[in-house]
C-alpha cells in the first residue's frame, strides 16, 4: 500500500453561503488490488435532498473519461469548472489516495453526504461507490466500497 | 535528405520501435485467439431490448450492457453483493466465460502504447509512431529510387544480405506499417484530446416521469436498436426514480425514461468521434480480426528492419575511408569529386587519392555535393567517380550537382575526366556518370579523357583508366584497389585429383571444405556469402597483395568449393595451388559473376569449355537437377591426360543431367580443337540456336575467339551472329 501524495488543497473547497469556519479534513481510500489501470474516481458532496453540492477532488486526468463517472457527470454535466485546482493523477490498483483539505464545519452533521465515482478502463462504471454521511461520529470510521475501494475514511 | 529522413529516426527510434512492435504483435493474436472462443455472434437484426430481456432473465441485477467492436458482449451484474461480469451468448443471454482481460494482455497493452509509464510513455509512443511513419514514408521512396522506379517496385534485389533482407521485409510491411503509426498517431491525439471534441453525453435531463420499473422490450428506442449498433446499455439505479437507462450507440448517446421510455436526451457523435472509434476497432484488430493478424506480422519485420537497418549503416560507415593528405580545395592541383551511395567508389578515391598524392600531386578528395568551381584556384584537372543509384539517379552524396552545373554561366576552364561505377545488369549502367559527362559537354566543359566505367568493382577496368589518366598528367599511374579482397577467408583442402602430368601441364581440381558461416556474418557479408558455379573465387597467394580470379566448378548448394587450376609457367599463385596438399588452407574470397550462368526457363543450353575452363560449366551441369537440355563441348589435350570430369560427365549424362557431350582432343589419334567439333555439329547447333539454346563459353581468350569465329560461320545461314546473341543476353563468356 504506498500512499500516494496528493496535493493539499489549501482553500475551502466548497464555496457555501454562511461559511464562517472550516477545519482540515484528511480523506483516506484504499484501493483494492482489482488489476486494471488506474482508478479515476471523483469525490463530492450532495446535500441533505441529495441534490449536488460541490466537488472535493478529481483524481485522472482525461475528461473524456469523466462520463464514465456517471452520477458525479449526471449531477454536474461534466462542467470543469467544478474540478477546477482539485485534480491529480490516476489511483492504481492496490494504492492508497490520500487527501487533505479544508472542509467548512457547516457541512458537518448536516445531512450532507460524501461520494466517490469509480471507473477503470475496460472495467464496470462503478457510479457511487462509496456513499458516506459526512458527521463528526462518523469521523474515523472505514466504510467498504462496492467494486475498487477496499475501505474509505475521514479524519479531523 | 530522404536517406538522411530515413537514417536518424531509424537509428534513434530502432530500441523503441522494436519493443512497440514486437508488443504490437503478441497484442494482434488475442482478437483473433477471441473470435476461436467466442461465443455465436449476435443473430442478425437482433434488438437491445430483447438483448436486455435475455440477460436481465438470467441476471437480474445487471447494471450494465457492453458490447466491443469485435461483438464481444459482456454483462456487469451482482452476485449477492459481489460485483462480477461475464462474456454473453446473445443467443441465450447466459454467461459463457468471465469478461476480465489476461493479465498478460493488461500488461502488453500497457507496454505498447505506453511502456508501462505513463502520460510520458504515451507521448514517447507517439513519438515512436510519428518515427515509423517518417520511416516508413522515407523507406518508400528509398526503395524506389533502389530498385530504379515505382513500376520495379517488386523487383529483384541484390547486394548484401542485410540490405536486401531490409528491404524484402519493408516491401511487404510497410503497409501494415504505415497503417498502424498512422491510426496510432490519431489515436494518441484522441487521448491528448488534440482533435475536435464531439458534444460528449448530453446534459442529464432535470425532469423525468418520476416512474419506475419499465421493461427493456418496451422501450421503443431499444427495440429499434440492433445489437450491432449498441456500444452500451446502462440501466437505472434501483430505487433511484430520479435515474434513466443510459444508451450509447455507434451514432450518439442519450437518456431514457425508466416510467415511460422516452427519449429524455440524445446527442450525436461527431464525425470525428466515429472515425475515433473506427480506427481504434482497425488498429486494435478488434474491428476485422485478419487485419489485425496483418497489422501484427507487418510488426514483426520492424525489429529485423531495425538490426539490418544497424548493421547497413555500420557497413556503410566502416565502408567509407579514411584520406591521409586530403588537400585543401584552393591549394590542390587535383580537385577529386566522388558521388558514391553505399561507399565502395570511396574505396576507388582513396586508393586514386594515395596513388596521385605518391606521385607528387596535392589532391583534395569531396563529396560531389560540396562542388564548388569557384574554389578550385590551382586545380589542373577535376576528376569525378559517380556511381549510379537504381535507375539513372544521383547517389545520396552527389545531390543538386546536375542542377548546379546547369546553373553555372560557363564551364570551369580546367579539364574534366568521368568515371562511372555501375553494374551493367542493372538497365541504366553507370546512368548518373553519363548524364554528368552529357551535360559537362553541352556546357562545353573540355575533356581530360573519354568518359570511362568500371563495372562491377573491376580492379582490372580502374587500374586501365589509371594508366590513360597518368598518361595525361606524364606519370606512371598503377591503381592497384581491391575493394573486397582484405576480407578473405580460410579454404581447407578436402581433396584433390591430378591430371596432365604427362603432358607437362600439371592441372588439378582442388575441392575445399564450405566453411560455416554464422547468422551475424551472413548479416554483415562477411565470410563465404552464397556462390552459384560460375562465380569468382579470388584466391590471394602468399607474398602477394593481389588476388587472382578462379571460376567456380560448385555452388554452395554442393556443400564444397570447387575450382579447376592449371599451372602457369613461373604463375605464383598456381603454383602454390598444386603444391597444396588436403588439411593445407588457401585464403580466399569470393567475387560474383552474375551473368556468366544458364538464363532462366527452360530452353536448351550449349556449353563450350577448353582445358581448364570446363569447371564452371562441369558446375552448371552438376547443378542441373532439373534436367535442363544441356549439351557440353569439351576441348582438351588428351583423354587419358587431363579429361577433367570424365567420369562425372558419364554418370551425369546416367542421370539427365547432360543432354550430350562432345570431345575434343589436341593430342590424340585423330587431333581436333573445339572448334572442330562444333563445325562438325553445325547443323544441330543450328537448330539448337533456332529452338532458342543459349552459348556460355569458358576459356582462354584465344579459345574464345576461335570459338566467336566458327560460331559466326555456323549460324551465317540462319541471318545470326554471336554479337546478336550477346546482345540478347544468350551467348556469355567467361574468358581469362
Known amino acids: 500500500m504506498n500512499p500516494i501524495p496528493a496535493a493539499l488543497a489549501l482553500t475551502t473547497a466548497l464555496t457555501l453561503p454562511g461559511l464562517a469556519l472550516a477545519r482540515p479534513v484528511t480523506l483516506t481510500a484504499n484501493l483494492k488490488d482489482y488489476g486494471g489501470e488506474g482508478a479515476y474516481l471523483a469525490v463530492y458532496v450532495t446535500d441533505a435532498q441529495g441534490a449536488y453540492a460541490g466537488s472535493l477532488w478529481m483524481a485522472g486526468g482525461k475528461s473524456k473519461y469523466y462520463e464514465h463517472l456517471s452520477d458525479w457527470y449526471r449531477a454536474t454535466g461534466g462542467d470543469m469548472a467544478q474540478i477546477a485546482g482539485i485534480t491529480g493523477a490516476s489511483v492504481g490498483s492496490g494504492r492508497q489516495l490520500t487527501i487533505t483539505l479544508d472542509l467548512a464545519d457547516t457541512l458537518m452533521d448536516a445531512g450532507y453526504v460524501l461520494h466517490i465515482d469509480a471507473a477503470v478502463e475496460d472495467m464496470r462504471d462503478s457510479p457511487s461507490e462509496i456513499t458516506v454521511p459526512l458527521t463528526t461520529a462518523g469521523a474515523g470510521q472505514a466504510v467498504p466500497g462496492r467494486r475498487y475501494i477496499a475501505d474509505f475514511s475521514y479524519s479531523m | ?736
Open chain 2, 1 to 736: 535528405m530522404i536517406r538522411t529522413l530515413h537514417r536518424w529516426p531509424g537509428l534513434i527510434a530502432a530500441l523503441l520501435l522494436t519493443v512497440i512492435a514486437l508488443s504490437g504483435a503478441l497484442l494482434s493474436a488475442y482478437p483473433a485467439l477471441d473470435a476461436v472462443q467466442a461465443p455465436p455472434a449476435a443473430e442478425a437484426g437482433l434488438s437491445t431490448a430483447e438483448l436486455a430481456t435475455r440477460i436481465l432473465g438470467r441476471y437480474p441485477s445487471t447494471e450494465q450492457i457492453r458490447r466491443a467492436p469485435s461483438g464481444r458482449i459482456t454483462a456487469y451484474y451482482y452476485e449477492g453483493d459481489t460485483p462480477a461480469a461475464a462474456t454473453i451468448d446473445p443467443a441465450t443471454g447466459a454467461g459463457v466465460r468471465a469478461a476480465d482481460t489476461p493479465a498478460v494482455q493488461r500488461w502488453l497493452t500497457r507496454l505498447h502504447r505506453a511502456l508501462l509509464l505513463g502520460d510520458g510513455g504515451r507521448i514517447a509512443v507517439a513519438g515512436g509512431a510519428g518515427a515509423m511513419l517518417i520511416l516508413s514514408l522515407s523507406g518508400l521512396v528509398l526503395v524506389a529510387r533502389r530498385v530504379g522506379g515505382w513500376r520495379r517496385f517488386f523487383a529483384p534485389l541484390r547486394g548484401r544480405l542485410a540490405g536486401r533482407l531490409h528491404v524484402e521485409i519493408a516491401r511487404l510491411a510497410v503497409a501494415g506499417l504505415l497503417f498502424s503509426s498512422v491510426t496510432a498517431l490519431w489515436m494518441a491525439a484522441s487521448t491528448f484530446a488534440l482533435l475536435p471534441e464531439g458534444p460528449g453525453a448530453p446534459r442529464f435531463p432535470d425532469v423525468v416521469s418520476g416512474q419506475t420499473g419499465l421493461a427493456p422490450a418496451a422501450i421503443a428506442t431499444l427495440r429499434d436498436t440492433p445489437v450491432a449498433d449498441l456500444v452500451s446499455l446502462t440501466f437505472p439505479l434501483p430505487g433511484d426514480a430520479s435515474d434513466a437507462f443510459t444508451l450509447k450507440t455507434r451514432l450518439g448517446e442519450g437518456y431514457l425514461d425508466q416510467g415511460n421510455g422516452t427519449l429524455l436526451a440524445w446527442s450525436d457523435l461527431s464525425l470525428t468521434d466515429r472515425l475515433t472509434e473506427t480506427i481504434y476497432a482497425l488498429h486494435t484488430g478488434q474491428g476485422l480480426v485478419v487485419l489485425g493478424l496483418l497489422l501484427g506480422l507487418s510488426a514483426l519485420g520492424v525489429p529485423v528492419m531495425a538490426g539490418t537497418g544497424l548493421v547497413v549503416w555500420l557497413a556503410a560507415r566502416r565502408g567509407r575511408p579514411r584520406l591521409r593528405h586530403n588537400a585543401g580545395a584552393a591549394q590542390a592541383d587535383t580537385v577529386l569529386l566522388v558521388a558514391s551511395e553505399g561507399g565502395s567508389t570511396w574505396g576507388f578515391a582513396a586508393t586514386l587519392h594515395a596513388a596521385l598524392t605518391a606521385a607528387g600531386g596535392v589532391v583534395h578528395s569531396a563529396p560531389l555535393a560540396s562542388f564548388a568551381p569557384a574554389r578550385y584556384a590551382k586545380a589542373k584537372r577535376i576528376l569525378i567517380l559517380a556511381a549510379t543509384y537504381g535507375d539513372g539517379a544521383a547517389p545520396a552524396s552527389a545531390k543538386g550537382f546536375l542542377g548546379r552545373l546547369a546553373a553555372l554561366d560557363r564551364a570551369p576552364q580546367v579539364p574534366l575526366a568521368v568515371l562511372g561505377f555501375g553494374d551493367r545488369s542493372f538497365p541504366a549502367f553507370c546512368g548518373f556518370a553519363t548524364a554528368i559527362a552529357r551535360l559537362a559537354a553541352e556546357k562545353g566543359w573540355s575533356a581530360l579523357m573519354p568518359m570511362d566505367t568500371v563495372d562491377r568493382q573491376s580492379p582490372q577496368d580502374f587500374a586501365r583508366w589509371g594508366r590513360a589518366l597518368g598518361a595525361t598528367m606524364g606519370v606512371p599511374l598503377e591503381l592497384n584497389h581491391q575493394p573486397t579482397a582484405p576480407r578473405a577467408v580460410a579454404l581447407t583442402l578436402i581433396s584433390r585429383r591430378d591430371y596432365g602430368a604427362e603432358m607437362q601441364a600439371p592441372t588439378a581440381i582442388l575441392r575445399f571444405a564450405l566453411p560455416a558461416r554464422s547468422l551475424w556474418q551472413r548479416l554483415r557479408g562477411a565470410g563465404l556469402p552464397h556462390f552459384a558455379a560460375g562465380d569468382l573465387l579470388g584466391v590471394l597467394p602468399e607474398g602477394s597483395a593481389l588476388p587472382r580470379f578462379y571460376s567456380l566448378a560448385s555452388g554452395c548448394r554442393d556443400g564444397f568449393v570447387e575450382i579447376c587450376v592449371r599451372k602457369q609457367a613461373g604463375g605464383l599463385c598456381s603454383g602454390q595451388l598444386l603444391d597444396l596438399q588436403p588439411g593445407q588452407t588457401i585464403a580466399a574470397f569470393l567475387r560474383r559473376n552474375p551473368e556468366f550462368r544458364p538464363g532462366p526457363g527452360h530452353a536448351p543450353v550449349i556449353l563450350i569449355g577448353a582445358g581448364t575452363g570446363v569447371g564452371p560449366l562441369a558446375g552448371f551441369v552438376r547443378a542441373n537437377r532439373a534436367g535442363r537440355a544441356m549439351h557440353l563441348y569439351f576441348g582438351t589435350r588428351h583423354p587419358d591426360s587431363d579429361f577433367l570430369y570424365a567420369e562425372e560427365f558419364a554418370q551425369w549424362q546416367a542421370e539427365g543431367r547432360l543432354a550430350s557431350l562432345t570431345t575434343a582432343f589436341s593430342r590424340g589419334a585423330r587431333p581436333r580443337h573445339v572448334q572442330d567439333a562444333l563445325r562438325a555439329d553445325a547443323l544441330r547447333l543450328m537448330a539448337l540456336v533456332a529452338s532458342g539454346a543459349q552459348i556460355l563459353v569458358c576459356g582462354g581468350r584465344e579459345m574464345a575467339a576461335g570459338v566467336s569465329a566458327t560460331l559466326a560461320e555456323i549460324l551465317a545461314p540462319a541471318g545470326l551472329t554471336p554479337a546478336d546473341l550477346k546482345a540478347g543476353g544468350r551467348y556469355v563468356e567467361d574468358v581469362y
